[in-house]
Each structure stands twice: as C-alpha cells, then as structure tokens.
C-alpha cells in the first residue's frame, strides 16, 4: 500500500485565492483526519470523517474553511478566501479505529499565503 | 481546554546516550500515543498504550502509561544519528463524548555521531 497520498506537496497562493488541499486515505481504512500543524500550536485536529461523514468539525477554524469526502478513497480540505495566517502544514490521516488513535499520516501539504 | 505539557521542549545528546521524554496533563487519559515526525514528513506512531500500568518496547524505545492515567513517558536507549526528529505525545482523554487525540508540543531530539 502507498500510505497517505496528499496533494500537492507544496501550494503558495496569494491572499484572497482559493485553496484546495487532496487526499486519498489508506484503502479500508474508514476513519480521516484533517490536521494543521504550525510552529506555535502544534498539531490541531480540524476535521474527522467516519464512512464518508463528517463527524467532528469543531475544530474548523471558521467558515473560510470546509471539507468534503464524497467517496471512501478521496477527501478535500477547500480555504476560501486563504488568509496569510492560514499558512502551515496541512496533514491528511486515516485510520481503522473511529477514534483517531493509530492513524496512518500523509507527507502533508505546505502552504504559504502571501 | 485539555493541555499535554510535554517536555523537554528539545535535547542534544551523544550518540549511545540514553534519552528520556515525558508527557504530563491534569486530566486522566485512557489511551496513550508516541509518535515521530522527521523533516517534509508526517508522524509515524512508534507505541500505543491503552492500559494504565502498560510498559510496551519497540526496539530500542519503550513507553509507559503512568499508573495515574495523567502521564506517560519515551525512552530511547543506545540512541543513534536517525533518532534525530521531533517526538509527539497525543492522549485521547477518558471522560466525555469528544474522542478527539490532544497531542503535545514535541520533543526535539538531536544526535551527536
């Protein structure tokens, strides 16, 4: 198995564009997260999909923000308009378990707003 | 809301050295996690704890969850030059509906060849 494929790697974008991060989670797996990770908040968990549906979205930082996950191979994160604070590595992850725990990390995607 | 302190915050040591890492909260945990994450990567999990009590070894690392339930520790021993990367703590807390992981703040490690 491939693991966690994000996409793309790297995004830099000016203010005001839209963004939109991809992922496709471990086969059978039926749990994924969305993730943010920045130097002063570490690791935050915005978003988590069970089955395709969303679960827990209290962590979605405002409505410039939203996921998506219309089949069980392919999930989106969308930031619309982007901010420059919305600048950090954005990590996909999936797992057997409901409950997050052992869950499988992708690459991430880097994104700088400028 | 829920905080892990996990410290140090960063360490150098010697190649060989043995190493020590912590995580601490106020709030009882009834799942335990240590993962990894080296550069342009995500975390990779190293050890799962899911028993208060529990001393799990992979290798050269071996983790405990604290008799408390509001605290864990890592320990690498005979560390080597691809131990270097920051080492994260999550805990997933025993009391609610919110099953969300809380992770802490990592810990940096640095090995001296």
């Known amino acids: 198995d491939a693991g966690v494929i994000q996409s793309p790697r790297h995004e830099v974008t000016e203010m005001g564009q839209e963004v939109t991060l991809r992922c496709k989670p471990i086969?059978?797996?039926?749990?994924l997260f969305w993730y943010r990770q920045t130097m002063m908040r570490g690791l935050e968990l915005l978003i988590y999909f069970n089955n395709n549906v969303p679960i827990d979205d209290s962590g979605m930082p405002e409505d410039r923000f939203s996921a998506k996950m219309p089949n069980a191979s392919f999930s989106t994160l969308k930031i619309q308009p982007s901010e420059p604070r919305d600048s950090a590595v954005y990590f996909c992850?999936?797992?057997?378990?409901?409950?997050?725990?052992?869950?499988?990390f992708g690459q991430g995607t880097r994104l700088t707003v400028v | 809301g829920q905080q892990l302190n996990q410290s140090p915050q960063s360490m150098f040591i010697q190649e060989g050295e043995d190493v020590s890492m912590n995580c601490t909260s106020s709030?009882?945990?009834?799942?335990w996690l240590w993962y990894k994450q080296e550069p342009g990567e995500g975390p990779v999990l190293l050890i799962a704890?899911?028993?208060a009590g529990e001393l799990t070894s992979n290798g050269r690392l071996t983790a405990q969850f604290g008799i408390t339930r509001k605290d864990s520790f890592l320990n690498i021993s005979a560390s080597i030059p691809s131990d270097v990367g920051i080492y994260f703590c999550?805990?997933?807390?025993?009391?609610?509906?919110?099953?969300?992981?809380?992770w802490g703040l990592g810990t940096s490690l640095g090995v001296n060849p």
């Open positions: 992850a999936s797992s057997l378990r409901t409950d997050g725990t052992e869950a499988f």
């Open positions: 709030s009882i945990f009834n799942t």
């Open positions: 086969s059978g797996h039926n749990s």
């Open positions: 704890l899911y028993k």
């Open positions: 999550a805990g997933q807390l025993s009391a609610g509906n919110n099953r969300k992981l809380i």
